[in-house]
Every structure is written in structure tokens, then in C-alpha cells.
């Protein structure tokens, strides 16, 4: 071990370089990334944006001289966290895009299962949606571990109506008390991390059907209340998405509800529970009778029964999370065209309140994924390299990507490193769509 550390030369100077300013209401890039501290590999040290600092290879240890014994042992445990998985990624330049999104969501992910959405003010809290899908994502590299752990911090914070707050305090789990409603969408994103989690942990056998068991309190809360918030009309009440700037009924909740429905229903049915598998089957069906009335009549947009602009969301009806109609195709290719930027990512939507030159890479991730899934190699393969060349000094995917090409905001950001993650893998092999009950 000492020998391969030795073989860095950087020392523990933190060099400072001037970043140029982004464009007014763009905010700053505000880290460069995230490092363990050698001898409490728990606490996470947020590195500056200038800093000319350098990990050790393959982990999240900053390099120092002299090389310590904390060192020695916190690099070693990342190698073989690493080692226990797989690392996704065509090329020496994607896979090392793919380490360090592994070796951030690992950090990320503290020992109570809390997934840190970035490591900023604004977004140091564990939202369940960025949770969901970092739990999908360690899955399918192998770490179901570390996926389960997830999983049931997510149940220990579930409410009693079986929702979720919008976000909670990654030490104490209790949900941030500022104002923001529940975010129905966690009741979808939930069971599919579940329903994800088993199929990879499926070889385990007996293991597996007895930790699936432990999680089917709150599966079946989930999936009865969002079959007890479907309307009428079949679609799903009012509540506020990952846009987190109004109360409506949008189309990325109705998706990611329709996906947990479907997922809830195949584990019940996994599980013997019939009753719950035919109600929620008898739900998903009338919800996806729904988003199609609603939403297809406008191209599947933002809002239902109006032309309200597109939304990367639209991919949520795509693969992985569903088999895709070819109205729906045609809308995800023409929502892929009007939402990329010059600068070669994505806009959230086409009638997105905020900055409208500056991409977001969760959102162009959605893409993606849905073109790995599809087969449109080329497509996905130009969106990774994109990513590859927007990361931070240290490799970190940021939140956002400026009008100049800069990694702005966030540093890591938990769900872009998640959403990364599975488009490498979904390039490697295909990801499994959850079944339409009774399909």
C-alpha cells in the first residue's frame, strides 16, 4: 500500500486558482468535491473549488505528505468497498468518471443509510427521491449492502399515511420543517428502489425473500396511499415534484407513481400477497389510463389536459421504468430535442422558471439512461463523454453546467451520480423494466 500511494507526488499545499464568475443568477460552483478524513472516514471534508488537491487513486483520500497510517488503511477500505462491485464504463476517461460517482455516492450514504443530496447549505438534507434512486444505483454496481441500508432508513422515516416529507435531517431523520409539503413522487420512487434491490439481490435466495419481507410495511403503505390519492380521473392528487416550485398535478409524479405501483404489485405478488397485488394492479391500470388521457393529448407534457411545455420527466415513462408505446417514444425524442442547450445538456423543462442557459445534469442524465436502455448507443455514449467533460478538478459531477461550459452549484450531486451510474450500467446490459401486473 505504501508503495502505491508513494507514487503521487502532489503534496498537502492547497493551491487556490481563480475560477471566472458565472453569469448573473447562476450560482457558483461550490466545491470541488468531497474527501473522507483518514482517521474518521465517516467525516466528510468538503474540498474548496479552487483547490489543487488530488485523491489517492481509487479513493476519497486527499493526498498528503507524509503518508499516514489512516491513510494506508481508509484508502485500502475504499479499494476493496470498490472492489466488492463493479465499476461501469467503456474508456479509461468514462471510468474514471464512473469511480469517482461510486466513491461519491459511497461517502454520500452515511452509516444510518441518509443519502446527502450535495454537499452544500441548500441541499445537505436526504431528500427520498435522490435516495430512491442512489439505493437503485449501488444495487446494480453491486453493493446491495449498502442498498438496503438505503431502503431502511427510508422506512424509518416513512410517515404514518405511508408518504414521506419532502426532506429530512440525515442525523436525526426527522423531516426539515420548511414549508414544503410531501412530494408524492417518493411514494413511486420508494417501491421501485425496493423492487430494484431484490432482483439484484435475488441470488442471495432465502436472504433476500427474508429482507424483502422486513420492507413490506412500507411497500404496502406506500402503494395504498398512492391508490388512495388517485382521482377520478385516475391521476394522482396535487403535490409538488422535483421542480419544488408549485403544487400541481405534474406528469414526473404521475410516472414515478405509476412505476411504484407496478413495482409494489410485483413484489406483493413475489411475497403471496394476492389481495394488494390485484388492488394495486387494478390502480396502476387505471393510472396509466390516466396519464395517457391526460397527458398524451399535449405530447405528454408538464401538465395534464393543457400544452404546458415540455419535461424531462417524460423519460419516466420510458425504460428502465416502463415499456415505452410509440406515442411515447416520440414525445421523449422530441422533449430530448427542444430541452438541450448549446452548451450540450438539458434544460428541466421548456417553461423551467429559472435560468434558462444553465443545464442540470440529472435531467440530461434522464436522457441518457432512456437512450442506453434503447439502444441508441451513440446518443447515450456523446451524453457520458458530455458528463466526462463537466466534471470538477477532482472529477465530482456538479449539479449544473453553465452557458461557458463550467461546473456550477452542487458538488457532488447525489442523483446526477446515480443517474450516471445507470446509464453506464445500462450500457454494459440491459436494466430490468418493472412488469405491467398481469402483462
Known amino acids: 500500500m505504501a508503495a502505491s500511494l508513494s507514487g503521487l507526488t502532489l503534496g498537502s499545499v492547497v493551491v487556490v486558482a481563480a475560477i471566472p464568475h ?26 474548496p473549488a479552487g483547490s489543487r488537491q488530488r485523491y489517492y487513486p481509487s479513493s476519497n483520500v486527499l493526498e498528503t505528505t507524509p503518508v499516514t497510517a489512516c491513510q494506508q488503511a481508509a484508502v485500502s477500505a475504499d479499494r476493496q468497498w470498490l472492489s466488492a462491485g463493479i465499476v461501469p464504463g467503456g474508456s479509461p476517461r468514462v471510468t474514471s468518471m464512473a469511480t469517482r460517482a461510486l466513491l461519491d455516492l459511497h461517502l454520500s450514504t452515511r452509516p444510518n443509510g441518509a443519502v446527502i443530496a450535495g454537499w452544500q447549505n441548500r441541499w445537505e438534507y436526504s431528500w427520498p427521491r435522490d435516495s430512491s434512486w442512489a439505493a437503485v444505483a449501488l444495487a ?3 453493493h446491495t449492502g449498502d442498498s438496503l ?55 442471495e435466495g432465502e436472504n433476500a425473500e427474508r429482507q424483502l419481507d422486513g420492507l413490506w410495511p412500507m411497500v404496502r403503505a406506500a402503494a395504498d396511499a398512492i391508490a388512495r390519492s388517485l382521482a377520478p380521473d385516475g391521476l394522482p392528487a ?26 409494489a404489485a410485483d413484489i406483493a405478488g413475489d411475497l403471496d400477497h394476492e389481495a394488494p397485488a390485484a388492488q394495486w394492479a387494478r390502480a396502476a391500470s387505471r393510472l396509466a389510463d390516466g396519464i395517457t388521457a391526460g397527458f398524451g393529448r399535449s405530447g405528454y407534457h408538464r401538465l395534464p389536459y393543457a400544452d404546458s411545455g415540455d419535461d424531462a420527466a ?126
Request: with cysteine; proline share 10%; hydrophobic share 45%.
Open 149 to 203: 441500508r438505503i431502503l431502511r432508513f427510508l422506512q424509518h422515516t416513512q410517515l404514518p399515511l405511508g408518504t414521506w416529507a419532502a426532506r429530512y435531517q440525515p442525523d436525526d431523520s426527522d423531516p426539515d420543517d420548511d414549508g414544503r409539503p410531501v412530494e408524492l413522487d417518493a411514494n413511486g420512487w420508494v417501491p421501485w428502489a425496493v423492487w430494484c434491490w431484490s432482483v439484484a439481490e435475488s441470488q
Open 238 to 263: 396535487a403535490s409538488m415534484d422535483y421542480w419544488e416550485d408549485s403544487v400541481e398535478v405534474t406528469l414526473s409524479t404521475a410516472a414515478a407513481l405509476l412505476t411504484g405501483l407496478r413495482a
Open 314 to 439: 417524460v423519460t419516466f415513462l420510458g425504460p428502465p421504468f416502463a415499456d415505452a408505446g410509440p406515442a411515447v417514444v416520440s414525445a421523449i425524442t422530441d422533449t430530448e430535442r427542444a430541452l438541450r442547450l448549446p452548451n450540450g445538456g438539458m434544460l428541466p423543462g421548456s417553461d423551467w422558471p429559472g435560468n434558462r442557459t444553465t443545464a442540470w445534469t440529472a435531467e440530461t442524465a434522464f436522457f441518457a439512461l432512456y437512450n442506453a436502455e434503447t439502444g441508441h448507443e451513440q446518443q447515450a455514449s456523446q451524453l457520458l463523454t458530455w458528463f466526462a467533460t463537466h466534471t470538477t478538478r477532482l472529477g465530482a459531477l456538479p449539479e449544473k453546467v453553465d452557458a461557458r461550459g463550467q461546473p456550477v452549484s452542487a458538488a457532488p450531486l447525489a442523483w446526477t451520480d446515480a443517474a450516471v451510474l445507470l446509464t453506464l450500467v445500462a450500457q454494459a446490459h440491459r436494466l430490468p423494466v418493472v412488469p405491467i401486473p398481469g402483462g
Open 22 to 47: 458565472p453569469p448573473a443568477g447562476v450560482p457558483p460552483l461550490s466545491a470541488a468535491g468531497i474527501a473522507a478524513k483518514p482517521c474518521a472516514p465517516q467525516d466528510v471534508i468538503v474540498v
Open 140 to 142: 446494480f454496481t453491486g
